[in-house]
């Protein structure tokens, strides 16, 4: 169970990481450069991590079930199931809401950043806030759960 304790923490505390550092440190500087550059840095990062984003999202709820079925038997296994319910909800409403929007970001022209683009990237930028706060409440509602 270590192994698998090691392996959640990791997975889930990067993922939590890499998405607080695009809210907190790469979306306010891509909204400080000339349009052209925007657009082309929006669509890469869209690629990119929207490319890697859903395995890693899938991976990490695979993990925390197998920590609630694991510690099915202990008595903080509600704070396991709540951070499972988050991660699904998560996974729910980012197919539904940032997804689409991502992908029109990753066909972004280089070369130009309308304003209907720009208004999506705030869009998105606030749902993903949204997102950040949700999965570090799940990160903790795990880490409690498992370590109480």
């Known amino acids: 169970?270590?192994?698998?304790?090691?392996?959640?923490?990791v997975c889930i505390g990067l993922l939590v990481g890499v998405e607080l550092a695009?809210?907190?440190?790469?979306?306010?500087?891509?909204?400080?450069?000339?349009d052209h550059a925007q657009a082309?840095?929006?669509?890469?990062?869209?690629v990119r991590l929207?490319?890697?984003m859903p395995f890693w999202y899938g991976?990490?709820?695979?993990?925390?079930i197998a920590e609630a079925?694991?510690?099915?038997?202990?008595p903080n296994l509600p704070l396991l199931v709540i951070a499972c319910v988050i991660w699904t909800v998560v996974i729910v409403t980012t197919v539904l809401f940032l997804v689409p929007i991502n992908n029109r970001m990753a066909r972004l022209n280089a070369g130009s950043l309308p304003e209907k683009a720009r208004q999506e990237h705030k869009k998105w930028d606030t749902l993903h806030r949204g997102r950040?706060?949700?999965?570090?409440?799940?990160?903790?509602?795990?880490?409690?759960?498992?370590y109480r």
């Open 1 to 9: 169970m270590v192994f698998l304790d090691i392996v959640t923490i």
């Open 22 to 34: 695009v809210s907190a440190f790469v979306n306010p500087v891509l909204w400080k450069l000339e």
């Open 40 to 46: 082309s840095a929006i669509s890469l990062f869209a």
């Open 50 to 52: 929207g490319t890697s």
């Open 59 to 64: 991976l990490s709820l695979l993990l925390l």
């Open 69 to 74: 079925v694991m510690r099915r038997q202990e």
């Open 132 to 146: 950040v706060a949700a999965i570090c409440a799940a990160l903790v509602c795990f880490l409690f759960g498992g």
